[in-house]
């Protein structure tokens, strides 16, 4: 063992799941170098985690991986609601609803759509994208201490293989290390919310027969009532392969050790109504439901993302793609601070923004799981009606930022609206418009990554020659279009749709949009002075002086 091993870089992460590879792959997007430690020696290999929602497939999008996943998630592609039944077999069966997007609407919103990819076959692609921008991702890895300080951040990791020790050397550490996280507990940050809501163990089991006895239901999930045998039943490739979800009750004295082969053969049986299915039981893991979310998000230098942050409810699959949203927010932000161009107090936006959307999201799950009447899933008195307002289109695309790094928004406004609204107000998710662009097809959405945007009506030069000005002087990455049908026009919208109106502006107005697609300001017309104006929100943005 080398005792002098060292490292430098300017991120560390730990924590090498869904969250700290999509961390990995969003820094390598914005060319931030960054070192990924994970104590586990490979990838995933249980099939679990599988909802991607439309905010996520988004950003996967935009990072240059949504077609790898895609091609990934193929054999899952027309798979779609969830269906409860008391058996397979019963005449009691009830769609909870049975397409993602039944009516197209979801178009109107987005140039992406939801995704089923188990975390098994996702997390692949994402070591594959991360690693060809740099990223350094070291399995059989652990985070053995760490300590930060005003100059950054001094880890010692140990390779569980060759048992080697290394200092690493950081600006900034992620920990992403999942519910039971070692440095959220090293930071003593204590968790808020109703804790535990119930436990299951996730079997996954061949049973070739199963494919004939499902028929042509497509779900993505079955909610099996039977009271002596319920559970959830998943598909994993719609032929053989499949996962049951049986509640475990460790309050009542129920151990691991108990779900023996020939238990979960029997309750699965009962559950999907053939008692002769031939079942071969290839694994078993626990997992726990629970409604949780951190008291503080960061320390200094050290950041929470993912479940170390937050733990939700399955029902809906808001707990990773909240997560992933996580990292995406924060990822720019630390580029933005790493290169230069904003000031330290951004990082501190993070937590006031992100935080806000966990309660509420958590919240909103724990009401979904309620009105399913998700299997193993009793809500305390009282709590069914927690965290009713707005569907689950609008808690995965529609939440907004009251507070934090946005200019121009009312505090008190919820983070879930009860409707749809995506209208250009600042804290919001931008709206997608499809545009040409020298004669190419793209969103709007697909514009936002490396660097701020400003878009603005076909009369809004002088913000344009303004923003112009002050990026340069700055050195702020800035991209600038003008959007309208005229031939000076950067951008022209398909199909006479207009900009001005979906943003919420004048033809003379502009919006400011981040990198990570949200709207940071917004001006509905003309402006007197509109360099002086730009300095000054660029300086309340990106907190320079």
């Not at 039944?85 to 609407?105: C, I, P, V």
């Not at 045998?229 to 499949?242: F, I, K, S």
């Amino acid at each position: 063992m080398n005792p002098h091993a060292q490292a430098r870089v300017p991120v560390l992460i730990v924590g090498g799941s869904l969250v700290g590879l999509s961390a990995s792959l969003f820094l390598g997007r914005l060319g931030i170098d960054n070192l990924l430690v994970e104590k586990h020696s490979d990838t995933s290999r249980h099939p679990r985690g599988r909802g991607n929602n439309v905010r996520t497939m988004e950003l996967f999008r935009v990072a240059g991986a949504e077609a790898q996943i895609r091609e990934a998630a193929s054999v899952l592609a027309d798979n779609h609601g969830i269906l409860q039944a008391g058996s397979l077999t019963s005449e009691d069966q009830e769609w909870l609803f049975k397409e993602m997007d039944g009516g197209g609407a979801l178009a109107r919103f987005s140039p992406s759509g939801w995704c089923l990819c188990s975390q098994n076959d996702l997390e692949p692609v994402l070591v594959d994208r991360a690693r060809a921008l740099g990223g350094d991702l070291r399995f059989a890895t652990e985070l053995l201490t760490f300590d930060e300080d005003a100059e950054g951040v001094t880890a010692v990791v140990k390779d569980r293989e060759t048992g080697e020790h290394t200092t690493v050397l950081a600006d900034y550490l992620i920990a992403a290390d999942g519910p039971r996280s070692p440095a959220r507990e090293r930071l003593g940050f204590g968790m808020t919310g109703p804790g535990d809501l119930f436990h299951n163990v996730s079997i996954t089991f061949r049973a070739p027969a199963l494919a004939d006895v499902v028929g042509d239901r497509r779900f993505l999930a079955c909610y099996l009532t039977n009271p002596e045998a319920d559970g959830t039943l998943l598909p994993v490739d719609n032929r053989e392969r499949w996962v049951f979800h049986a509640p475990w009750h460790p309050d009542r004295g129920e151990t691991l050790e108990d779900f023996t082969d020939e238990r979960c053969t029997d309750h699965i049986r009962r559950a999907v109504g053939v008692p002769d299915l031939d079942i071969e039981i290839t694994g078993k893991a626990p997992w726990h439901a629970a409604e949780r979310v951190a008291e503080r998000y960061a320390s200094g230098r050290v950041f929470l993302a993912g479940d170390s942050a937050h733990e939700m409810s399955p029902t809906g699959a808001f707990g990773s793609n909240t997560g992933i949203q996580d990292a995406h927010n924060l990822a720019w932000k630390l580029a933005a601070v790493l290169q230069g161009w904003a000031g330290p107090g951004l990082l501190e936006t993070y937590a006031s923004e992100r935080q806000p959307v966990a309660k509420a999201t958590s919240a909103r799950a724990s009401a979904r799981s309620a009105e399913h009447s998700h299997p193993g899933y009793s809500p305390a008195p009282g709590a069914g009606g927690r965290g009713k307002p707005g569907g689950v289109l609008t808690v995965a695309l529609a939440y907004r930022y009251p507070r934090g790094a946005v200019i121009g928004v009312d505090p008190e406004l919820p983070v879930v609206p009860e409707r749809m609204q995506l209208t250009g107000e600042p804290g919001s998710r931008a709206p997608h418009m499809w545009v040409r662009r020298a004669g190419d097809r793209l969103s709007t959405l697909d514009l936002y990554e490396r660097s701020i945007v400003l878009l603005t009506g076909p009369n809004g030069a002088a913000w344009r020659a303004g923003a112009a000005g002050v990026a340069e002087r700055w050195s702020v990455p800035l991209d600038i279009y003008g959007v309208g049908p005229g031939s000076d026009d950067d951008l022209a919208p398909e199909e006479g749709a207009d900009f001005a109106e979906v943003h919420g502006i004048t033809s003379e107005g502009a919006v400011l949009v981040r990198p990570d697609g949200f709207v940071a300001w917004r001006a509905a017309g003309a402006a007197a002075d509109p360099e002086a104006e730009i300095r000054e929100v660029f300086g309340a943005l990106l907190h320079r002086g």
